[in-house]
C-alpha cells in the first residue's frame, strides 16, 4: 500500500474518526485554540471510506489544514465475526491441519453435542509439510522445500489471497518458519504472508494458529480499505499520514497497520476505553467500570489507576482466541434495538437478537413490528413521544401485544419489565469485569456512553452499589474520542516457558530489552509529535500444573529472580486470596508495552462554554411525565445550557445532540470543570 510520506506534526487541527454500525462519528479539535467541531453521519456500509469523508465535511474540515487524522474501525470486527474473510491457505507441521477444529475440547454449549464452530480457515484450504522442531527449538524433522513450494502452487490455484505458515514450536526456534518465508517470497503471488511466530512468539499452538489465521484473512481487506481512504484523503488535499487505532487503544500508522491486522479488532470499543481513561483521569476518577450501550450490544471493562485493561487472552467468540494485545472489553447483547418477546414457557427474554437500525425498533416508523429496548423507553416517557409522532402509539400497541398480554401486565409494567430484564443482562456483564475479578463495585464509579448508555447508568449503578455515574460531555461520540486522546502504542509478546527457579534471568532481562528497543525504533519512525515515550513490563506466570495465567507488573526491565518470585505471589494473593508456597512458579511470557504518549487535549470545549446559561432552570426547555413506579412529572433540560456549577436533583431529564441521561428520584447532580455530568447515586455527595 502506497501512503504518503508523513511530515511532522505541529500543533493544530487534529481529527477523531470512529466508524460504527450506524453512525460515522467525528471529533475534530484546534489545538490552537481549543475550537472543537463534531459531526454525526449515517455509516456507508459498502465503503466506510465515504462515511469518513462525510464526516470530515459535515464538520467543516479544510483536509490541507488538518494535520492528523486518526481512524477507528471496524472492519476486521465484522469481517471476523460476520466470516466475511479473504480466502487464506494454511501450510503447517504434519500432523497439525485440525488445530484450529480441535481448539481446547470446549464446546458451544454446555450441556448436550449440538452446537455450530466455523474455522477461520475451512480444512481444503490447511495443508501439511514434513517438518518438526521441539518444544526447546531443536530440529527433529528438517523441513521439506518441496512439499512446501507444491503447497504453495495448490493455494495459489485455489485462488487463496493470502497464507498462513504455521508450524510447531516455531517461537522457540523460528528457522523453518523464516525458510518458508523466503521461498513464499519467490513464488507466492501476493505480498500477504503471515508467519506465525512473528505475529505471536507464544508457546501454545492453537491461539498461535487462530490468531495467525484471523490476520491472513483480513489483512487484504484491510490494506484495501485504508489504501482507498488514504487515496481519497490525499485528493482532497490531505498531506499526512492517517493513524489507526488497534485493539490496544494505541494506534500505528496506516502504513503498517494491515502488516499486523488483526491487532485492530476491538479498535472501535478500544478506543471508547481510552477516552474513559482520559476523561476519568481529569476528572479524579482513575477507577471506572465503563459502559457502552448502543443500538446492537452493550460493552464494558474495567479501569484501574487510569490504566486500560489489556490483555492477550481474550477470546471474541466461541474458538475465536485472539492472542494479540487487546483492551479486555466484555460484550452482551443488550442495546437499544434488542427485541423483547415472551417464550414458548411464559417467560420474559430480552435480546440478544436485534431490530438494527434497518427496520429498527416499532417507534422508529420504519416498519419494525418487534418491541425493543428503545420502545420501552419511549413508553416510559425517557424519550419525547412528540418527537417519534404517530409511531410512538405504534410501539404503545406493539409493547400491549407482544408482552403485556401474555404476561397480564399493563403497557407501563410491560415496558418497566423490558427495561428491569436489560438492566440485569447488563449488570451481569459489569459483574463479570469487576467482581469476578475481586473488584468491587463500590470502589469504583460508572462511566455511562454510547447513545443509550446515560439512559440506563443509574438504574445499573443503583443495583450494584455503585455510588456515582459519570457521563462524559459527548456520550453518543466517545468512541470517536478516544481517537483524538489515544497514545501510540506497540505491545510485545515472548514465551519462556520456564520454571521460575530455572530461568536464565540474562536472558530474560535481554528479552524484555530487545522488546523495548524495537518498540522505541517503531515509535520513533512515526513522525508524530509526543511529549514523552515510556515502557511497561509484564510476565505472565503461572504455577507449576496450572492451566490459566496471572499478568504480573514489572517495576523495571531487569528483575531478579527473588522479586518476581515475590510479585507474583502478591498478585496470586490478591486476585484469589490464596497462598501457595509450596508449588513452584512458571515464568510463561515476558510482555513490553511501549507508549508514546501525544499531546493533552482540553475537553472542556467539548460543549461551547458560550452557550452555557447562569442556572439549571435557563437551561430547562419543559416537561414530561416519566414512570418510576409510576408516573410523575419531571423537568427535561438541554445539556449544552447547563451551568458548570451545576447542583440539580432528580428526577430530571437531560437531553443533548447525541444522548439522553436518565437521573431518577433522590439522585443529586453536579458538573466538573469539563462539563462532565456526575450522578451522585442516593444524593450522597462524595
Request: aromatic fraction near 4%.
Amino acid at each position: 500500500m502506497s501512503v504518503r510520506e508523513p511530515l511532522p506534526q505541529p500543533s493544530g487541527l487534529v481529527a477523531g474518526v470512529d466508524v460504527g454500525g450506524t453512525f460515522t462519528d467525528l471529533v475534530l479539535f484546534d489545538a490552537a485554540t481549543g475550537a472543537v467541531k463534531l459531526a454525526k453521519v449515517p455509516t456507508t456500509l459498502d465503503n466506510q471510506a465515504f462515511g469518513v469523508l462525510a464526516a470530515l465535511e459535515a464538520a467543516g474540515a479544510t483536509l490541507p489544514e488538518v494535520d492528523l487524522i486518526v481512524h477507528g474501525t471496524t472492519t476486521t470486527t465484522n469481517a471476523v465475526l460476520e466470516r466475511a474473510l479473504c480466502r487464506a491457505g494454511m501450510i503447517t507441521t504434519q500432523g497439525f491441519r485440525d488445530v484450529l477444529e480441535l481448539g481446547r475440547r470446549t464446546r458451544p454449549n454446555p450441556y448436550g453435542m449440538t452446537g455450530q464452530f466455523t474455522p477461520v480457515i475451512p480444512r481444503d484450504l490447511r495443508l501439511e509439510v514434513p517438518e518438526r522442531m521441539d518444544a526447546q527449538g531443536r530440529v527433529l524433522n528438517p523441513l521439506d522445500e518441496d512439499a512446501l513450494r507444491a503447497a504453495m502452487a495448490d493455494f495459489a490455484a485455489k485462488g487463496c489471497e493470502s497464507l498462513v505458515i504455521h508450524f510447531l514450536h516455531a517461537y522457540a526456534n523460528p528457522a523453518h518458519e523464516l525458510r518458508a518465508a523466503a521461498i513464499a517470497a519467490e513464488v507466492w503471488p501476493t505480498p500477504y504472508v503471515t508467519l506465525g511466530h512473528a505475529l505471536l512468539s507464544e508457546s501454545r499452538e492453537f491461539e498461535r494458529g487462530v490468531t495467525a489465521a484471523v490476520n491472513a484473512s483480513v489483512q487484504p481487506m484491510l490494506e484495501r480499505y485504508v489504501a482507498r481512504l488514504a487515496s481519497e484523503l490525499a485528493a482532497r488535499g490531505y498531506r499526512r499520514d492517517l493513524l489507526v487505532v488497534n485493539g490496544n487503544g494505541g494506534m500505528v500508522s496506516a502504513g503498517r497497520v494491515s502488516r499486523e491486522a488483526v491487532k485492530t479488532v476491538m479498535s472501535g470499543p478500544a478506543s471508547g476505553v481510552m477516552a474513559a481513561v482520559v476523561t476519568g483521569r481529569r476528572a479524579g476518577m482513575p477507577n471506572l467500570v465503563t459502559y457502552d450501550m448502543g443500538g446492537t450490544s452493550t460493552d464494558v471493562a474495567l479501569i484501574r489507576d487510569a490504566r486500560a485493561p489489556v490483555s492477550n487472552e481474550i477470546e471474541i467468540e466461541y474458538a475465536m482466541p485472539i492472542h494479540v494485545p487487546m483492551v479486555d472489553v466484555r460484550t452482551v447483547g443488550a442495546g437499544g434495538g434488542s427485541i423483547a418477546r415472551v417464550d414458548a414457557g411464559g417467560l420474559l427474554r430480552v435480546g440478544p437478537e436485534s431490530a438494527g437500525s434497518n427496520p429498527g425498533p416499532v417507534c422508529y416508523g420504519r416498519g419494525g413490528q418487534r418491541v425493543t429496548i428503545s420502545d420501552a423507553n419511549l413508553i416510559l416517557g425517557r424519550l419525547p413521544a412528540a418527537r417519534f409522532g404517530q409511531a410512538a402509539e405504534a410501539a404503545r400497541l406493539a409493547m400491549a401485544e407482544q408482552i403485556g398480554a401474555p404476561l397480564g401486565l399493563g403497557v407501563e409494567q410491560a415496558a418497566e419489565a423490558v427495561i428491569r430484564i436489560a438492566n440485569t443482562h447488563m449488570a451481569g456483564a459489569i459483574r463479570m469485569v469487576s467482581i469476578s475479578m475481586g473488584a468491587d463495585p463500590r470502589d469504583f464509579a460508572l462511566f455511562a456512553f454510547g447513545g443509550a448508555g446515560p439512559l440506563h447508568a443509574v438504574a445499573l449503578a443503583r443495583e450494584l452499589a455503585i455510588p456515582r455515574v459519570l457521563v462524559p460531555a459527548r456520550p453518543g461520540i466517545t468512541n470517536a474520542l478516544g481517537c483524538v486522546v489515544a497514545d501510540l502504542r506497540h505491545d510485545f509478546v515472548r514465551t519462556l516457558n520456564r520454571p521460575l527457579d530455572a530461568a536464565d534471568m540474562e536472558a530474560v532481562h535481554a528479552i524484555l530489552a530487545a522488546q523495548e528497543a524495537e518498540g522505541r525504533a517503531l515509535i520513533g519512525a512515526e513522525h508524530i509529535t509526543l511529549t514523552a515515550v515510556r515502557a511497561e513490563y509484564t510476565a505472565d506466570m503461572q504455577f507449576v500444573g496450572q492451566t490459566h495465567l496471572l499478568r504480573v507488573p514489572l517495576p523495571h526491565a531487569t528483575p531478579s529472580r527473588a522479586e518476581l518470585q515475590a510479585l507474583f505471589e502478591a498478585a496470586y494473593h490478591a486476585r484469589f486470596h490464596v497462598d501457595l508456597p509450596t508449588i513452584r512458579a512458571n515464568l510463561v511470557n515476558l510482555n513490553v508495552s511501549v507508549i508514546g504518549e501525544r499531546p493533552a487535549m482540553d475537553l472542556s470545549r467539548l460543549i461551547d462554554p458560550g452557550g452555557r446559561r447562569a442556572t439549571p432552570e435557563a437551561a430547562r426547555t419543559g416537561a414530561r411525565p416519566v414512570w418510576f413506579g409510576g408516573w410523575v412529572e419531571t423537568p427535561v433540560y438541554w445539556r449544552d445550557h447547563l451551568p458548570l456549577n451545576l447542583c440539580l436533583h432528580g428526577p430530571a431529564i437531560i437531553e443533548q445532540m447525541d444522548a439522553t441521561t436518565l437521573v431518577e428520584p433522590g439522585d443529586l447532580v453536579t458538573s466538573d470543570a469539563d462539563g462532565n455530568l456526575i450522578v451522585h447515586i442516593g444524593g450522597v455527595h462524595a
